[in-house]
């Protein structure tokens, strides 16, 4: 018997839960979505984080720019985002949250969490990629099947902070 307890409390131990929480775009809203302008967070140290948002978002057919914050005002749709990142031998991404206005509404918003950092998971030192990209399609689930896929050879032009 105490051998059964040992194994269930590793094998607890060994998987680490990941919570996935998202409020997506609604319907009527989603397919009006053209640009958005993803405002610059400069506290957040996850590398390659703005760049995986700005390849999906292309995928889903979505513009973006990423802009400072006074700039962010005359957008339509702003993406403010926020990260951390942890550290087990190396970094990881153990948290991110995405919120998206249209007009200062909040009208969709998303968190991923590696519930306690990953634990002893092996997952949590997947690419920011693989972490974000189903968040970010659920967000846009409800987007209409024009996607742009992107064909073979195709790379996205990540777009730099403008500097006024």
Partial sequence: ????VFLVSGLLVLSACTSVQVNAVAENQANTIQQICIV????VLVKDFVPVLQTRLQ?????????????AETCTHQLHYSAKRSWDFTPYMSWA???LYQ????????????VGKGGLSLT???????????????????????????????E?????VNSH
Avoid: C
């Fill in 124 to 154: 949590k030192w997947q690419s920011v990629e693989t972490k974000m990209t189903p968040v970010i399609d659920q967000l846009f689930a409800k987007r209409n099947a024009r996607k742009v896929r992107p064909s073979v050879g195709f």
């Fill in 97 to 99: 949250e995405l919120k």
């Fill in 1 to 4: 018997m105490k051998n059964k």
């Fill in 156 to 160: 996205t032009e990540v777009l730099p």
């Fill in 103 to 114: 007009s200062d509404v909040l009208i969709a918003n998303a968190e991923y969490k590696l």
């Fill in 59 to 71: 995928y889903h057919g979505i513009v973006s720019r990423v802009v400072e914050g006074s700039e």
């Fill in 40 to 43: 610059n967070n400069p506290a």
